[in-house]
Every structure is written in C-alpha cells, then in structure tokens.
C-alpha cells in the first residue's frame, strides 16, 4: 500500500472549514483513498474514501488532486466536536474481502471555539 | 452503515489473570476481523487477523499463545489475552471489512485493558 504523509497537527476556528491535506505521491491506479477519524478513547470511525473522482457525504467532502498524488478532506463547518486525530490511508480496495488498514500517525485536528 | 461492537468496553484485572474481549458484527457478518491495539499517543498497530473456520494469522512480534483469537461464527470474534501482564495494559480494537464499493472497514468502540 502506498504511504501516506499528513502534517502532525492543524487548528481550525469553530465553524470555519478545516482542510485537512494528504500526500500519497506512489499511489497506484487501483488504490483508494480513505479518511478515519478517531475521537479520544473511542474506535476509528470512517468519514469518506474515494479513488480519483470527488467525492461529498454528510460528513466531509473529498478533493483528489488529477495526478491523484495528494487530497484534501474537507469539514465545511468545523465544531468542537470534530476535534481528533484524522487518518489519511491509501489501500487497494477488493469488494467482499478483506485487507487490513495500515495507520500512520494522522493529523491532529484541534477546534478553536 | 454497519455495525461492530465490542464488549467489555473496559477492564481491569489482576496481573496473571486472563481477560476475553468480544468483537460482534451487528448486522452484516465477517468472516475475517482485525485485531488492533493502540498504545497510549500512537496509533493504530495491527496484532492479527481472525479467519472464521481457521486460524488466526499474527503480526510479527505477537505471541500467539498469550492473544489466543476464536473465530466463533460469521458474526463474533474473541481475543483472550492470557496471563496478563502491566506491559500488556493498551486500547483493543477490532474491525471488520464492509462488502460495498471500495471495502471499507468498520471499527469496534474499543476496550480499555489495564492490567494491575
């Protein structure tokens, strides 16, 4: 799977737009790239994952540079509550069978009231 | 979206005792779940893979016979850490891959052990 490298940390005032980037420069053409978050002491919880178009949920929205060689993830309207540790990881994703996650350290996003 | 519990969500126990953590799919099933563990300010490190109807595969460095993992059914995975130890004291997580677009990976809430 392809590395990815995140900066370790970022600041966002409350209810402005956090973007959170990612490089992944050696992605391959069937890789995925996904987006964790994880809340202090709880799980990993999944936010979005896409492979080259654009991708937006309810939760974030997902940009994919053309080349494919680093994203953004994007929380339109930062709170409080989405203060964590954001994980970037490009894997090659198989329908119906599984392959674990590798974690790198993550962004730790702090939000500002 | 689908759903992993874990189950206790905390622990405590005494050193050299042995201590079983559950893994439940709610509404899909599994027939592979990942065992992870995270030490406290690191991240995420993968112990073993759980294989409904086989043996658990282990990452290198992991003692097989002290993280004994059962596969039970489609829908329950349980790791038992055996004869517990202080230095064995971290964050168990389990997931299980999803069957949509991509493979996704669900997440269990974690279990707290702290080994006295």
């Known amino acids: 799977d392809a590395k990815t490298t995140q900066p370790p940390s970022m600041d966002c005032a409350e209810g402005r737009a956090a973007n959170l980037p990612c490089n992944h420069s050696t992605i391959s053409g069937n890789e995925y790239v996904y987006w964790y978050r994880q809340i202090h002491s709880q799980g990993p919880q999944y936010i979005i994952h896409g492979l080259k178009n654009n991708e937006t949920n309810e939760m974030a929205s997902l940009i994919i540079t053309e080349d494919r060689k680093s994203s953004t993830l994007i929380l339109p309207h930062a709170t409080l509550r989405d203060t964590a540790v954001y994980y970037c990881?490009?894997?090659?994703?198989?329908?119906?069978?599984?392959?674990?996650?590798?974690f790198g350290p993550g962004t730790r996003l702090s939000v500002l009231p | 979206g689908a759903v992993v519990s874990q189950h206790p969500s905390w622990v405590i126990c005494k050193s050299g005792t042995s201590v079983k953590i559950e893994c439940r799919s709610l509404d899909f099933q599994a027939t592979t779940m990942f065992w992870y563990r995270q030490f406290p300010k690191q991240s995420l490190m993968l112990m073993a893979t759980?294989?409904?109807?086989?043996?658990?595969?282990?990452e290198q460095g992991v003692e097989k016979d002290k993280f004994l993992i059962n596969h039970a059914s489609l829908t329950l995975s349980t790791l038992t850490v055996t004869s517990a130890h202080p230095e064995d004291s971290s964050f168990y997580i389990c997931s299980a891959p999803g069957t949509s677009r991509g493979d996704t990976q669900y997440f269990g809430p974690g279990t707290r052990l702290t080994v006295l």
């Open positions: 759980s294989n409904e109807g086989s043996k658990a595969t282990y």
């Open positions: 990881i490009v894997r090659v994703g198989v329908r119906g069978y599984g392959q674990n996650f590798v």
